[in-house]
């Protein structure tokens, strides 16, 4: 395998992270070699379908948090193919006068939020990812919606678990970091498989294979939440992402079986 990451493209012949995911949620923007991919951890985590879901309800509620603490400008990461309740519908929603930037290297999913978005002067969509965060968030689109002297809200889903730390992935988010203003907040997903430690590199394979790095993941709990370094986790914490904030109660045995956690940090 070449040690050089794929440049983003669209090919029916290879798998994409963010068709993946559409698959997982029902969706129909993905190609016979992203089902076969999904197909794979599927084969490993059946509750992979439902757990995507879990993750939008999480970014759902960490919005509103966000909206609450007076965050009005949102920065998705990473952000895929857009879904159901997409991160701008559901925080202008809560405030009219949200504005929010999606980032996202996947063709597809550049080109379905570019024509979804076309008519929200509020929302804008921009090429980029977490691994150069300077030149994302130097880009015209972003700045002219984006104010950096004001809190901002950035949300990295599922982005980071199988970037290998030899492409500096905690460098990077710090950086990003760095550049918010005080009371800016650091929302992220990240799959763990402390507790499923038998099946964790066969799942770190497919996402290898579909990111095309020979290294990367799967990282522990204590390993991940080195992201949030330098910055004050809100309660209840880098948990299972269907703990936090939840209006319902988990039980302990589907939280022992957890592989996506999830956390919300304040920049002081």
């Known amino acids: 395998m070449n040690d050089t990451p794929r440049r983003p493209g669209v090919s029916a012949n290879a798998p994409s992270v963010a068709r993946m995911n559409d698959y997982f949620l029902g969706g129909k923007d993905n190609f016979a070699a992203d ?3 999904a197909a794979r951890v599927l084969a490993l985590i059946p509750d992979a379908g439902v757990m995507g879901e879990y993750v939008q ?3 759902e509620r960490a919005v509103r948090y966000l909206v609450e603490q007076g965050v009005t400008q949102f920065v998705h990461v ?9 991160l701008h519908e559901v925080a202008q929603s809560l405030d009219p006068e949200a504005n929010v930037v999606y980032v996202a290297d996947d063709p597809v999913a550049l080109n379905h939020a570019r024509a ?3 008519t ?8 980029g990812d977490i691994l150069h965060p300077d030149a994302m968030l130097d880009d015209p689109t972003l700045s002219q919606l984006i104010d950096f002297d004001r809190p901002v809200g950035v949300l990295i ?3 980071l678990q199988y970037i290998p730390d030899e492409d500096g992935p905690f460098e990077h988010v710090a950086r990003l970091c760095e550049r918010l203003a005080p009371g800016s907040f650091l929302c992220l997903t990240h799959a763990v498989f402390d507790g499923r430690p038998e099946i964790a590199e066969q799942i770190a394979d497919v996402f290898r294979e579909a990111l095309n790095r020979p290294k990367g993941g799967p990282r522990s709990r204590d390993q991940a939440v080195r992201f949030f370094d330098g910055l004050e986790l809100v309660e209840p914490g880098f948990i299972y992402v269907r703990k936090w904030r939840a209006s319902t109660p ?4 589907e939280t022992k079986r957890a592989w996506v956690l999830a956390g919300v940090a304040r920049k002081p």
């Open 250 to 253: 988990v039980s302990d045995q």
């Open 120 to 127: 929200n002067e509020r929302t804008g969509v921009v090429e």
């Open 116 to 118: 979804l978005l076309a």
């Open 157 to 159: 889903i599922g982005a």
């Open 78 to 86: 990473s952000s895929g193919l857009p879904t159901k309740r997409n």
């Open 35 to 37: 089902r076969e991919a």
């Open 57 to 59: 309800e999480f970014r």
